[in-house]
């Protein structure tokens, strides 16, 4: 029997569908990344996502759950994808793989699935793998200076070690090391002197962000997402960067900049955006983006990573329960002090 829904309401979207409409609206940022460092991204996502379909099928097993619909839903792939991107494309393969079973294995199955975990699962791989393993984690690319391909697959499977011609550290890396070194005197000597000024951000990385706005963007149009987290995020994030800027513009750097580099964009449109970790609530959302914003940004410029959004994501995946609790909107007919309140 079909169903037929009226004009006024919407259908219901499968989790299926939704996640695949997640992987398209990557498929922008992953061009283009792939543009300026090579194949060596692509390669990282196949083995993100063959280590994700293993793990989750394995521990699927040992659960007594079913293959069939948990594996084919899309969110391990999600989250191998989102892996991926967060890693450096020239990661050794151990890294990665380390990597997804923290995603996997322990942020997601062990809470117990998709819709059960309180933590998101990429942001767990991000965060533990930048602490344990903090010099395999700096090891970006140099963007528009991609290593022969041959070269790419010999680093990624450990047959040589990074070449220091084709990797360096990001933006955001060379203002945290050196912005207190006096070697420079302002933020935009830093990024001139290393050749990482770009047009209005970190050179090439403000192209890819940009592909991660244009995907946010469409996410946004087909209604898969809502905009209060991500414009809290972006927002929140903007205005602090603003008032440092504005009280010191030789030492902090414009909101522009921080808007475009590293991966703010991407963790406002699939990161805290993400229906099981965050917020439910249209008011919980705002403050969630908000806090994850104002967090980030104190993190990169004044904590030890050059990136505080995965950081930020967990801090606030804590608080989501308690926001959501406090911001649910008010039962119709209700009357405040009525049983139950």
């Known amino acids: 029997m079909t ?22 609206a990557l498929l922008p940022g992953i061009a283009v990344f792939t543009w300026f460092v090579g194949l060596a991204l692509i390669v990282q996502i196949l083995l993100a996502s ?22 084919t839903d899309g969110s391990a792939l999600v989250t191998a994808w989102l892996v991926a991107l967060a890693f450096p494309p020239l990661s050794p393969w ?10 996997i294995v322990i942020a997601k199955q062990l809470y117990g ?4 975990n309180p933590f998101n699962p990429a942001m767990v791989a991000f965060t533990g793998c930048i602490v344990a393993f ?26 040589v070690p990074p070449l220091d011609a084709f990797t360096g550290a990001t933006p955001l890396s060379i203002i945290k090391t050196s912005g207190g070194s006096g070697l420079y005197t302002n933020i935009q000597d830093i990024l001139i002197q290393q050749n990482l000024s770009g047009v209005f951000a970190g050179k090439g990385w403000e192209w890819v962000t940009t592909a991660y706005l ?42 522009v900049f921080q808007l475009f580099s590293g991966g703010a964009m991407l963790g406002a ?3 805290v955006t993400d229906p099981v970790s965050g917020c439910a609530t249209p008011r919980g959302k705002l403050i969630f983006g908000c806090g994850a914003g104002v967090l980030a940004y104190l993190i990169r410029v004044f904590g030890a990573f050059p990136d505080g ?33």
Not at 10 to 20: E, G, H, N, S, T
Not at 94 to 103: D, H
Not at 113 to 116: E, I, R
Not at 309 to 335: E, Y
């Open 3 to 24: 169903i037929q829904y009226s004009p006024f309401l919407r259908q219901p979207l499968r989790i299926v569908d939704l996640m695949r409409q997640v992987l398209l």
């Open 50 to 71: 063959v280590v994700a379909l293993l793990a989750e099928a394995l521990l699927l097993r040992l659960r007594g759950k079913p293959l069939w619909p948990h594996l």
């Open 94 to 103: 151990w890294l990665t793989t380390t990597g997804v079973l923290l995603a």
């Open 113 to 116: 699935g998709l819709g059960q």
């Open 134 to 159: 903090p010099a395999q984690m700096a090891h970006w690319p140099t963007l528009g200076l991609a290593a022969p391909f041959a070269d790419q697959l010999d680093i990624i499977f450990g047959f």
């Open 214 to 255: 244009v995907g946010g963007l469409w996410l946004l149009y087909r209604r898969v997402i809502t905009w209060q987290a991500p414009l809290a995020f972006l927002g929140s994030m903007a205005l602090l960067s603003f008032c440092f800027w504005l009280f010191d513009p030789a030492h902090y750097a414009d909101p």
């Open 269 to 271: 449109f699939f990161i």
């Open 309 to 341: 959004v995965g950081f930020a994501v967990l801090i606030m995946n804590v608080c989501a329960p308690l926001i959501d609790r406090h911001t649910q909107p008010p039962v119709f007919g209700a009357k405040k002090g009525d049983a139950g309140e």
